[in-house]
């Protein structure tokens, strides 16, 4: 039905709104953007906030054991405070560590750290993180991401090559991060128990509940960074935006005609898709401006984007050209990008959400928390005055949550108990968790490991079975790594290594949405009947027959940086496995065996077509849909398995395989049995 289409939200926005304030300066259009003449690294350090506290800082480091350090993002916490421990000599007898929820930030903050003691990457300044390490034995400052300190936990309980910890971006409560927080905080008491080395444990944030990180690090004292916050303008829309993206557009484009050049903008969104369609829409429209307009670089930022790609964003536009950057919330705290000065937030953040009564993890798009909507708007104010637009009204934000709920409260928590179990935590029900997740989302974990056959329970004891030490070595989610230690009885360890390293690095496949059908025409060749699992399979294959040819993969709208990562990772994990002596089999053409081994690895994800033509989840009753992104999308299979749950409009499933009902029997009798039986109840 036709409607209405919506004013355009300048009219919505506040009164004095600086969309009508904004004057178009006279030849304004070129003006050279200002406060960025090159200075030289030094003199840089010593420009940041955090310099003026050095002393001071270094002073109060070297005596206090834990200390939780706030200041605002860009102040320069996390590139200065390791450099200014390792100038002034503390913790010099190992290694300072300092994670990150996100690789994209280890790596570009490591690289930076380098640059400005110009080192080599990897000598004194190096990172870690999953399935890559970029450290030596010469390393002293070590960025890597949370995960990987908690994988190197499980070798080393009291972290003993570390001196010193900095646990940075604290606020993000990322499950790693909130783990690893118990574990760290283990490795210090028993270190000083032991009388071994002690260890210094520094949690840093731009924003957190500053009580609550001081009360459980044995109170210790908050440093108060001063930093430079300019102010910012922030203006409500009148009316709720049915339409965030649309009204993201308008407000892109009204910026654009109206500001100043120098001027860039910041777009906070959800996720890969929506960014990726609305830097398309951007671009076209960029292009049919007159020309008395500037133009417009448009820059998405997101996880899944190639590394090379997200440093994107910190590079220079092409002079008098205007730098609109389209973030999912990557971009609120743990990187800084310069020039921004108008941010435009929808007010949404897609996240995991997670059922204990339902056993269902989904990912799905949100309200951000005000802490969130407070962090993104001062990202508009980093160097001067900024304006911030809200595309929900005042009274929306108002109604927000306080502070975003940690995810170790909203995740499936089997690879968590997997970890602490493999860590040697005896009651991983009581562990020292510093936000207590529900003991019902505990409780499940532990019943889907048993269910995994990683766990067995002994007068009222958890206990990991030898299925899940080796389960615990794979730096995999438990269902994966339990694929990858059954493939052996399948014969078919080799594809599924293939698989498994396929699905941990981001998508391979290159979709430009302008060229749908040509995608869709090179795709055909590798489209199987069996799924997504074994398509990938055959393009990797493909991949290797051509020996990676860079023009055999333009040709194929295939990322050729992320196949030569699976090629990587993949040799990583077959190290793993000779190290476990599994025989290493190829299934060669029969692929019914993959399927199977899929399918004894990932039963819990198991959907059932029904009568009615919709599936449903064999483990949670719930309706769900195929995603329009597999290639069985337009088919009906009865039974598949399928890597994870999509929340947007409906409850979609991505990345099918299809089953036969009697393996996911022959998988899990006793689960199956009870699952029936409960759906027919
Ligand atoms: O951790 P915090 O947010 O306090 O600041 P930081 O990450 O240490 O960054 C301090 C400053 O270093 C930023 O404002 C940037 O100017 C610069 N920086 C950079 O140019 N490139 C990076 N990869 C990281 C930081
Ligand atoms: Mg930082």
Known sequence: MPHEPDPPPAKRFKPGSPFFRLDKRPGGMLLPRASHAPTSLDVQRKQLP???????LINQLRQLHNAVLIGETGSGKTTQIPQYLYEAGIGRQGVIAVTQPRRVAALSLAGRVAEEKRVQLGKLVGYTVRFEDVTSSETKLKFMTDGMLLREAIGDPLLLRYTVV????????????????GVVKT???????????????????????????SQYFNKSPVLYLEGRQHPIQIYYTKRPQSDYLQAALVSIFQIHQEAPP?????VFMTGQEEIEALARTCRDIAKHLPDTCV????????????????????????????????????????ITISGIKYVIDTGMVKAKRYNPDSGLEVLAVQRVSKAQAWQRAGRAGREDAGFCYRLYTEEEFDNLANMTVPEIQRCNLASVVLQLLALGVPDVLNFDFMSKPSPESLRMAVEQLYILGAVEKKDEQVLLTPLGKNMACLPLEPRFSKTVLMSPDFSCTEEVLTIISLLSVDSVLYNPPARRDDVLAVRKKFISSEGDHMT????????RKVSGNKDWCRE??????????????????????????????????????????????????AAELQLDGSYVALDTHQTVAIH??????????????????????????????????????????????????????
């Open 536 to 543: 990938l399979l055959n393009i990797y294959r493909a991949f």
């Open 295 to 334: 133009p417009m670089t448009v820059i998405p930022l997101y996880a899944s984007l190639p590394p090379t790609q997200q440093l994107r964003v910190f590079q220079p536009t092409p002079k008098g050209s205007r730098k609109v950057v389209l973030s999912t919330n990557i971009a609120e705290t743990s």
């Open 50 to 56: 955090i310099y003026q506290a050095r002393t001071q």
């Open 628 to 681: 329009p992104s597999s290639v069985l999308f337009q088919a009906k299979p009865a039974y598949v398995v399928f890597n994870e749950l999509l929340h947007t409009t409906r409850c979609y499933m991505r990345d099918l395989c299809l089953v036969d009902s009697d393996w996911l029997h022959e998988a899990a009798p006793e689960y199956f049995r009870r699952k029936l039986r409960a759906s027919r109840s």
């Open 166 to 181: 900095i646990l940075d971006e604290a606020h993000e409560r990322t499950v790693h991060t909130d783990v690893l927080f």
């Open 556 to 605: 194929n709208f295939v990322n050729s940086r992320n196949m030569g990562l699976v090629s990587e990772v993949r040799a990583q994990l077959k190290d793993i496995c000779i190290k476990m002596n599994m025989k290493m089999e190829s299934s060669q053409s029969d692929l019914a065996n993959v399927r199977r081994c899929l399918a004894h690895g990932l039963f819990m994800n």
């Open 262 to 266: 120098s001027h860039d903008i910041l």
């Open 187 to 213: 490795a210090q008491r028993k270190r000083t128990e032991q009388n071994k080395v002690p260890l210094k444990v520094l949690v840093m944030s731009a924003t957190m509940d500053v009580d609550l990180f």
